[in-house]
C-alpha cells in the first residue's frame, strides 16, 4: 500500500515537472520569437509604392509624363533611382521625413515616352544599403495624338450657333471642358 501510495506520488510530481517545462519551453520560444521578429524588422528593405503611371497605360511616344513615387523605410532613405527600359534613368537624393517612427520621401521623375513598350521600375536605398523596389511598370508609347483643325473665318455679329451651321458641325458633339 505505502509502495503504491508512493508510485503515484512520483507520477503527480512527474507530471507537474512535465507541465512546467512545457510552459518554461512555451515562453522561451514565444520570447525569442519576439526577438526574431524584431531583427527581422530592422532589416526590412524600403517598400516603393507606385501612384503614377499605372500599369498598362498607354501614353502618346514622344512625350514626357511625370511619375509619381513615395518610399517608406525603418530606416532613412538616402537614394532613389528610376529604371527604364533596364537602364538607370535618373536618381534623387530625397530629404526624408518621418511618419509615424518610419522615414518617408517622395519623389517626381520626368519619364520620355518611347515609341512601343517602356518598362519602368524604381529602387530605394536606405542608410544600412538596404535596397527595395517596386513592382514593374509597363506602359505604351502611341502614335501621337493630333487634333484635325481647320480655319473659320466668322462675319461680324455671327453667333457660334450660326457658324457652326454654315460649316455643317454639330455644337452638341462637343465637349465641355471639365
Known amino acids: 500500500m505505502k509502495t503504491r501510495k508512493v508510485l503515484i506520488v512520483g507520477i503527480i510530481v512527474l507530471a507537474g515537472l512535465i507541465v512546467l517545462a512545457l510552459i518554461a519551453g512555451g515562453l522561451g520560444i514565444y ?11 530592422a532589416n526590412r528593405p524600403p517598400t516603393v509604392y507606385v501612384y ?5 497605360e498607354t501614353y502618346p511616344a514622344g512625350t514626357t509624363i511625370q511619375a509619381h513615387v513615395s518610399v517608406t523605410g525603418i530606416k532613412p532613405i538616402t537614394r532613389i533611382e528610376m529604371w527604364l527600359n533596364g537602364e538607370l534613368h535618373e536618381t534623387q537624393n530625397p530629404v526624408p521625413g518621418t511618419v509615424k517612427g518610419a522615414s518617408q520621401a517622395d519623389a517626381v521623375f520626368e519619364v520620355p ?14 542608410y544600412a544599403g ?3 523596389q517596386s513592382p514593374p511598370v509597363a506602359i505604351v508609347g ?16 455671327q ?5 457652326a451651321k454654315d460649316q455643317g ?7 465641355e471642358p471639365v
Open 31 to 41: 520570447y525569442s520569437r519576439g526577438e526574431l521578429d524584431e531583427k527581422r524588422e
Open 52 to 56: 503614377k503611371p499605372k500599369d498598362g
Open 113 to 126: 515616352i518611347g515609341e512601343g513598350a517602356n518598362m519602368m521600375y524604381w529602387r530605394a536605398v536606405d
Open 130 to 132: 538596404l535596397i527595395g
Open 142 to 157: 502611341g502614335p501621337a495624338q493630333t487634333l484635325e483643325t481647320s480655319e473659320v473665318t466668322a462675319e461680324d455679329g
Open 159 to 163: 453667333t457660334l450657333e450660326e457658324i
Open 169 to 175: 458641325a454639330d455644337l452638341g458633339a462637343v465637349d
